[in-house]
């Protein structure tokens, strides 16, 4: 990365968009100058321009909620930043996973319709912000308070009862039985701070390998 070819405004900022480096989620649209892009680079945590107080701050510094920074890209024009980070907490002041909360346009017939592998990281975010925000009632929140054991006691349930499905010819059956074991093989996932492109790397690796 070239912090040259970055172009800041007429007063001096360029937006930073926050990714989640694990669930691709974008958390926050903040801004930089050039001395907290510096800042960010050099403590690899990050650091941004405030313009309403007109001074840079540390993104968790009373919070705790800090940003490992894992890469940073600009687009075609230069003008603006993607940074992709590690989230110690909530990135949003109002206690959420995302600054992004408030959906205001949906294609409900799209949304439904549309089903494919990429659902599962989508999934991966749900869990994420589960395991975040711990919201009373939720099933997800359940398994985390109760820790890695009980987790664990449901990926081996759901593992089994795959097996009786299957050796009964049941596709219903099946389908619901995967379907429980891939949600608590996120959490497990999850619960170990194991992203999940981390075991499709592993699948990928050995897919060329073949």
């Known amino acids: 990365m070239n912090v040259n070819e970055i172009k800041f405004d007429e007063k001096g900022l360029v937006p930073a968009i926050v990714q989640d480096f694990q669930t691709k989620e974008v958390l926050t649209l903040a801004y930089m100058d050039e001395e907290s892009l510096q800042k960010s680079i050099e403590t690899k945590e990050t650091w941004f321009y405030s313009r309403s107080r007109q001074e840079l701050w540390h993104k968790g510094e009373t919070s705790g909620h800090t940003q490992k920074i894992i890469s940073m890209t600009y687009d075609c024009d230069g003008d603006a930043i993607v940074v992709q980070v590690i989230a110690n907490g909530p990135a949003c002041h109002n206690g959420t996973t995302s ?34 925000e711990r919201p009373e009632g939720s099933y997800t929140t ?34 619901w039985e995967a379907a429980d074991l891939l949600y608590h093989l996120l959490v497990l996932l999850k619960e170990q701070e194991l992203p999940f492109t981390e075991v499709l790397k592993v699948l990928k690796e050995r897919h060329t390998k073949e």
């Open 142 to 175: 359940y398994l985390f308070e109760k820790g890695v054991d009980k987790i664990l006691k449901k990926v081996g349930e759901e593992a089994s009862e795959v097996i009786i499905a299957a050796k009964n010819r049941d596709h219903d059956e099946l389908k």
């Open 99 to 132: 600054c992004f909360t408030e959906t205001f346009f949906k294609d409900k017939q799209e949304v439904e319709s549309g089903v494919s592998a990429e659902f599962l990281l989508e999934l991966e975010k749900v869990v994420a912000k589960r395991e975040a």
